[in-house]
C-alpha cells in the first residue's frame, strides 16, 4: 500500500502576499538538476537557459508596476530574489485602484505566489522553446516575509555571496 505524502503549508496562514513588503524567494529547478550554467572560482555563469531565467525574472518588474526587484541571483539549480511589492500603488489582491478615476488605469495587486507562478510559467514556455523541453521547475516556492532592515541586509548579502557559497551546501551539488 502506497503513503501519501502530505505536504506542509509554506505560507503564512491569513496572511495577505499582495501587501506591500519584501519578500525573499527560492525557487529550485524539479529534482534540483543544474540547468542554468555552472560556478567557477565562485562566480555563476550562466548558460542560455540561465539567461533565459534571468530575464524571465527582470520581466516581472516591466510586467507589473507594483513589482520592485531588489538583489536577486540564478543559481545553477535555482533563483534566490528579493521582490518587493510596493506600497504607492495599493495593499490587497482584490482591490481596484483608479489612478484619476479612469477606468483605463485600474490595477489589480497580484500576491506573491501569483508573481511566482508568472515567473515559472513563463520562463519554462522560453527554455522549453530554446530546446530543453524535459525542463521544470520544483512545484511551489520557499518564501520569507522581510520583516526589518537588518534582516533585508542579511538576505541581500546571502544572495551576493550564494555562488561563492555553493561548494559548502551538499544538497545544491546533484547532477
Not at 13 to 27: L, M, R
Not at 41 to 53: D, P, R, S, V
Not at 126 to 146: D, K, M, P, T
Not at 160 to 167: D, Q, T
Request: proline share 3%.
Amino acid at each position: 500500500m502506497r503513503t501519501l505524502h502530505i505536504r506542509k503549508p509554506n505560507r503564512l496562514k491569513g496572511y495577505d502576499y499582495s501587501q506591500p513588503g519584501y519578500y525573499f524567494v527560492t525557487i529550485c529547478t524539479q529534482n534540483k538538476i543544474k540547468y542554468f550554467g555552472t560556478i567557477r572560482k565562485n562566480n555563476m555563469f550562466l548558460n542560455k537557459y540561465g539567461l533565459i531565467a534571468r530575464k524571465r525574472w527582470l520581466w516581472l518588474e516591466q510586467q507589473y508596476k507594483y513589482v520592485k526587484l531588489d538583489e536577486f541571483v540564478i543559481m545553477p539549480n535555482h533563483v534566490h530574489g528579493i521582490v518587493e511589492i510596493k506600497s504607492n500603488v495599493g495593499t490587497s489582491r482584490d482591490l481596484t485602484l483608479h489612478k484619476n478615476n479612469d477606468p483605463r488605469n485600474h490595477i489589480k495587486i497580484k500576491p506573491l505566489s501569483e508573481l511566482i507562478g508568472a515567473f515559472k510559467t513563463t520562463s519554462s514556455k522560453y527554455i522549453h522553446q530554446a530546446g530543453l523541453e524535459e525542463f521544470a521547475w520544483q512545484r511551489s516556492f520557499y518564501e520569507h516575509i522581510v520583516r526589518n532592515e537588518k534582516s533585508l541586509e542579511k538576505i541581500r548579502w546571502y544572495i551576493k555571496n550564494n555562488p561563492s557559497l555553493w561548494e559548502r551546501v551538499k544538497y545544491r551539488n546533484r547532477e
